[in-house]
């Protein structure tokens, strides 16, 4: 691979983390079809599992890759090696490896070498979506030191609010410049997603002084839901349904700045 880019800051600036305070708001979904949207955008992209203890990209695309994170942290695997390509989408997959214990297990060091591992094999492709575990533990706060933005992805339910408020806390805390947006999933309406954010920036400007912009409003759809059982992508199998338009929408502004 030939690096395209180089500086921690050059690095760091195709790399798109997708975190949320919580489980369960469809992030990994987000994170699956937001890597082939850019894609059909032209962009090579690597959607990176980082979750070893409920990760379930891999799952939710049908894949059986022949190496996982697990056998990276565990000196088995380079990253490069573990890289997986997924053609229907035209992505590659670095996934992580379910029930195999959490990156919490990992040891700082062992943790800080991925990290500087993934901005260095970032630098071989256009985007990077590195699909983060939920919550807030320090691992995970970690491994999103490699992205330069971040967007945070929530849903209407008061705790899924207040646990990505208190993500975008910390993080804010720990790193002033880093960019953050916010993605509001699974919306009734686009006017309820609009609310629905409007009632977290609030909070984000009168506690912790910061107006995180919102990313995008991806509407309910049923056909979500349906494509995962299908282990097959929405923007392959609903190309046309409003939750695939959605982000498609989300990952045109993310191109254009």
């Not at 082939?36 to 979750?51: E, N, P, V």
């Not at 990290?115 to 919550?135: I, R």
């Not at 899924?160 to 910390?170: E, H, Q, R, V």
Request: charge should be positive; include cysteine; proline fraction near 4%.
């Amino acid at each position: 691979m030939v690096p395209r880019a180089t500086g921690a800051k050059a690095r760091n600036r195709n790399i798109i983390a997708i975190a949320s305070g919580k489980g369960g708001v469809g992030k990994t979904w987000f994170a699956i079809t937001l890597s082939h949207a850019l894609a059909k955008r032209g962009q090579k992209t690597m959607l990176f599992d980082g979750d070893l203890g409920l990760a379930n990209v891999d799952i939710q695309l049908g894949l059986m890759p022949k190496a996982d994170l697990g056998s990276v942290v565990s000196g088995k695997k380079t990253l490069n090696q573990a890289a997986t390509p997924y053609p229907a989408g035209d992505f590659d997959v670095i996934a992580g490896r379910s029930g195999s214990g959490s990156l919490a297990n990992i040891p700082p060091g062992r943790l800080q070498i991925l990290t500087e591992d993934l901005m260095l094999m970032s630098q071989s492709y256009d985007k990077v979506v590195l699909d983060l575990g939920a919550g807030v533990d320090k691992s995970i706060r970690l491994l999103s030191r490699a992205a330069g933005s971040m967007l945070v992805v929530t849903s209407d339910e008061p705790t899924s609010l207040t646990d990505a408020y208190a993500f975008i806390k910390i993080t804010a805390m720990e790193r002033r410049d880093v960019d953050i947006r916010v993605v509001v999933n699974a919306c009734n309406s686009t006017r309820e997603g609009e609310r629905t954010y409007q009632t977290l920036l609030k909070a984000c400007q009168g506690f912790l002084k910061i107006s995180p912009p919102l990313a995008g409003i991806v509407r309910r759809d049923t056909r979500v839901r349906e494509s995962i059982r299908n282990q097959i992508p929405i923007l392959t199998r609903y190309p046309n349904s409003e939750a695939a338009m959605d982000v498609e929408a989300i990952a045109e502004r993310l191109l254009q700045g």
